[in-house]
């Protein structure tokens, strides 16, 4: 008998919290029709629960410590420099999903997934999603793929413009897209969205697959915007009307796609992350450097100011920095590296290394490590802990909900390329973290005055389809994800997967067919990102959601 194909429909930022009153206000019919039909319940995110990281887990089946995406960025210790760079599919360390149905001989179609750039052309037919650095970058395959969507008269967008057509204040131009009850906004998101739908159903129909992946963003983009009228009744009501027309319209395609695959694929749909309100923003660096951990050059006096001021003499410019911070003389790398960090390494026993992730400074693992592994290092960690969870807010509430070790979450301690104290804020009190509170003594603000959203780990599943079974509450990891798809698929599952199967969700008849589903182990493909791409467009992006 022939393996069902599976559609796996991403709705970024979803969360039973939104969906359940939509879809008792009839706002949703196609969803609910699904939720009765199928399986759901709540997918848990990675920590943190943000798109980069979990999206890689999502396609890979791994956890963090095993792709090693952190964070928006990629920090890596390279003969005595620490380099940043923006994350990607290229820094994922483990084979993806791309990898596993190129070695099985399976087709994938994949419509604007996070974490899939640069592309290949063994990957299928493929458009990458977030993280891709720019219009003019190669983010598509095969190279034909957008003159034939554009001869079907599709307008494909990778994302929202963020109002960048509206002047350079970039606050301004934010509260611009939003004014007129976000009608700016919501045009630009229908437009994006109802392309993308008109590329998703053209693929369907004239591309073969055997897994079909796509994401759609709005869900996300209107909640970082616009939560507060999701949990407030006192909000404007007819910007309500507006934001719950627009679920309804989402919803529809969702009812489209739905028809368009029939009966003959399984239909999984997920989020990455689900939602909550934003109270503003925690400044890590300082507060670090407060409680005595980090410490800042002074000055500009010494070997260290003599090369600062050597660099903007000869007026040393981006490019020529990478080029020098790729050189195979660890010597230069290194002097580059001092005379441009602002960081006093020899001073700081702890520094910030992920979007809510503390590093400590140890020594024989970090380039200027002066932190002892053992004891020190272990007390240190315990010290720092302690005094994350006695971080108060200004009404006094505690604003840490939880503080992790990096082994309680992730299994191995002593990474070399991790945080090594991930936290999560109290849900009441849930901030955004920032490196950027340098010259102020500010560790919380209110942040973004137009933003009004931000992620929790509650996302969404939903699995519908011939053989799943009709009502089953699940509850499910991200990783979990990958193996599921390749269990209804009759593959083998990666020997290196942290992901289980959700095997509850279908029937005992369907489960009982596959029970000696081998495992293999995977090879991951050489990729490497242009060293040409631009990352301004992506960095706006990032910029226009408060993730930087």
């Known amino acids: 008998m022939k393996p069902p194909k599976v559609f796996l429909l991403g709705l970024d930022g979803a969360t039973w919290r939104v969906l359940d009153r939509l879809i008792a206000a009839g706002k949703m019919p196609n969803l609910a029709k699904l939720a009765d039909e199928g399986a759901k319940g709540v997918l848990q995110s990675t920590i943190p629960y943000i798109t980069p990281v979990a999206w890689s887990s999502m396609i890979s089946g791994v956890k963090p410590s095993k ?16 380099l940043t760079s923006l994350s990607n599919r290229a820094k994922i360390r483990v084979p993806t999903v791309f990898d596993i149905y190129h070695q099985v001989g399976k087709r994938v179609v994949s419509v604007n997934m996070p974490m899939t750039y640069p592309p290949r052309p063994e990957d299928g037919t493929i458009i990458t999603g977030m993280m891709t650095p720019s219009w003019e ?14 001869s079907h008269g599709i307008d494909y967008r990778i994302d929202i413009r963020f109002g960048r057509e509206r002047g350079e204040n970039f606050d301004e131009r934010i509260k611009t897209y939003l004014s007129d009850r976000a009608a700016p906004l919501l045009k630009d998101l229908r437009h994006v969205t109802e392309e993308r739908k008109k590329t998703v159903l053209h ?37 309500r009307r507006r934001i719950y027309d627009y679920y309804g319209y989402l919803d529809s395609v969702v009812g489209e796609i739905h ?5 003959e694929a399984v239909l999984l749909i997920c989020s990455d992350h689900g939602f909550g309100d934003y109270k503003g923003n925690f400044y890590l660096d300082v507060w670090l450097e407060k409680m005595g951990y980090l410490a800042r050059k002074d000055s500009e006096l010494g070997i260290t100011g003599l090369a600062k001021k050597l660099l903007r003499s000869l007026r040393i410019n981006k490019l ?60 240190l960690r315990q010290e720092i802990v302690r005094e994350l969870l006695q971080i108060k807010t200004e009404d ?13 979450l992730y299994g191995t301690p002593n990474m070399d390329d991790a945080p090594d104290i ?8 849930h901030c955004s973290t920032y490196d950027g509170g340098a010259g102020s003594s500010r560790i919380l603000d209110r942040g973004y005055s137009w933003r009004q959203g931000d992620h929790r780990r509650d996302g969404v599943v939903l699995i519908s389809g011939k053989d799943v079974k009709a009502g089953k509450t699940v509850r499910a990891d991200i990783e979990d994800i990958l193996p599921t798809i390749l269990f209804v698929q009759g593959l083998p599952l990666g020997e290196n997967f942290d992901g289980r199967v959700i095997s509850e969700a279908f029937t005992e008849g369907f489960v009982s067919g596959k029970e000696s589903q081998q495992k293999r182990l995977f090879e991951r493909g050489d990729i490497k990102a242009p060293e040409a791409d631009k990352d301004d467009e992506v960095m706006d992006r990032l910029k226009g959601l408060g993730y930087i």
């Open 137 to 150: 970058s190669k983010f598509y395959s095969p190279q034909d793929l957008l003159a034939e969507l554009a």
């Open 320 to 379: 020529l920095l990478r080029f020098l911070e790729r050189s195979k003389k660890s010597v230069a790398k290194k002097l580059i590296f001092i005379g441009t960090s602002k960081i006093d390494w020899g001073r700081t026993r702890a520094y910030v290394y992920s979007r809510d992730g503390i590093r400590i400074n140890l020594k024989g693992r970090d380039p200027y490590g002066i932190v002892e592994p053992g004891e020190e290092y272990e007390n």
């Open 396 to 408: 006094g509430g505690q604003l840490m909900g939880k503080v992790h070790m990096a082994e309680d």
């Open 259 to 263: 028809s368009a695959i029939g009966d």
């Open 67 to 82: 792709h090693g995406i952190f964070g928006y960025l990629v920090i890596e210790n390279r003969d005595g420099v620490i």
């Open 203 to 239: 693929l369907i129909a004239n591309k073969e697959w055997d897994l079909f992946m796509v994401n759609f963003v709005s869900m996300d983009r209107i909640q970082h915007y616009l939560w507060d009228l999701f949990e407030r009744e006192d909000g404007d009501p007819e910007l």
């Open 422 to 429: 991930v936290y999560e804020f109290a849900d009441a009190h």
